[in-house]
């Protein structure tokens, strides 16, 4: 009988190094149950960072799309700017050519007698013709921006005039033009000729000749 007894105590520790071995077992395989995770992880990374690289290149794409339209709205904006200027300022060279025409028809009105006209009927009828032609020619100047520039009495522009001569003046403050020897003209804002005027200047006082016999 104690053959039997002893037998049956052996077999609880006949069965632990088999428990022993299968928590082993278990032990060993949790690495590598962790494997796929970890290459699950690595894969997520590596979307992630291809992710922001792709948000990286979107905007610099955005950057370089918005620099582009607005390249294209300023050489639009430019194109038509100068497209303006070349169509209002088109006639200033044939304007600058007209002038000296449209000076001599002032002067040829400026020597228009009143009294001539009134005793003469051929002569009124001629004055009458030329006055007639300048108003017209001052009407589509007028029209096409061209204005000219008579300045007696105003004050000295040079943006505007060209002194040609300062007169001793103390009845009028210093610079204001006293005598316009050829009238000016502008085109909208642009100069076509200035006009050449005399300007005012305020007289040296005279030196004191007493006093300096004096001292000396």
Same mark, same amino acid.
């Given at each position: 009988?104690?053959?039997?007894? +002893? ?42 960072? %291809?992710? %922001? ?6 905007? %610099?794409?955005?950057? +370089? ?100 001569? +300062? ?14 020897? +050829? ?34």
């Amino acid at each position: 009988m104690q053959p039997l007894e +002893q037998e049956n105590e052996r077999t609880p520790e006949a069965e632990s190094p088999e428990l022993s071995g299968q928590s082993g077992a278990s032990a060993q395989a949790d690495p590598v149950a962790d494997v796929p995770v970890s290459k699950e992880h690595e894969a997520l990374s590596r979307v992630i960072a %291809e992710a %922001e690289q792709l948000r990286v290149q979107t905007g %610099e794409l955005r950057d +370089q799309l918005l620099r582009a339209v607005a390249e294209t709205e300023n050489v639009r904006r430019r194109a038509q700017r100068d497209q303006g200027e070349t169509s209002k300022y088109a006639i200033s060279g044939f304007a600058r050519d007209l002038v000296s025409a449209i000076d001599n028809l002032y002067r040829a009105a400026d020597t228009l007698d009143e009294q001539t006209r009134k005793s003469n009927e051929r002569f009124d009828r001629y004055a009458e013709g030329i006055e007639m032609t300048l108003r017209e020619v001052a009407s589509v100047c007028e029209r096409f921006g061209v204005k000219r520039i008579w300045p007696l009495g105003e004050m000295f522009d040079h943006n505007l005039h060209q002194a040609v001569v +300062q007169i001793d003046d103390a009845e009028h403050p210093a610079g204001t033009v006293l005598q316009v020897m +050829q009238a000016g003209y502008v085109i909208h804002d642009r100069l076509l000729r200035p006009a050449m005027v005399a300007v005012a200047k305020t007289p040296q006082a005279p030196a004191d000749t007493h006093a300096l016999d004096t001292e000396a």
